[in-house]
């Protein structure tokens, strides 16, 4: 089964950046489109990031222009570079397979990303 394990959130000043990285293992996942999704306190899940097997990359309205999806298909990585960050992006933040949240049933432990003066 695969597994995820996301690392580099901490504390971000506001107008800051982040680079978060997401390890996973098992060998499918070179064919399938990945996200990003962040959970802020007594808020839902929502994807933030996606991108393609081919490098397609789409974004939720609020990280547009400041987040930037990659990935490295020969090292089963992601990657998530968050610019110009905001108070409000403060969550946990967790990668998986770029699908319909409810038909996701295994997350990692995400990373928490504090955004805060």
């Known amino acids: 089964q695969v597994q995820f394990v996301e690392s580099g959130g901490g504390l971000g000043q506001p107008g800051g950046s982040l680079r978060l990285s997401c390890a996973a293992s098992?060998?499918?996942?070179?064919?399938?489109?990945m996200g990003w999704y962040r959970q802020a306190p007594g808020k839902q899940r929502e994807l933030v990031a996606g991108?393609?097997?081919?490098?397609?990359?789409n974004y939720a309205d609020p990280v547009k222009g400041r987040f930037t999806i990659s990935r490295d298909n020969t090292k089963n990585l992601v990657y998530l570079q968050m610019n110009s960050l905001k108070p409000e992006d403060t969550a946990v933040y967790y990668c998986?397979?770029?699908?319909?949240?409810?038909?996701?049933?295994?997350w990692g432990q995400g990373t928490q990303v504090t955004v805060s003066s």
């Open positions: 991108i393609t097997v081919g490098g397609i990359t």
């Open positions: 098992g060998s499918i996942f070179s064919l399938y489109a």
């Open positions: 998986n397979y770029k699908r319909a949240i409810a038909t996701i049933t295994y």
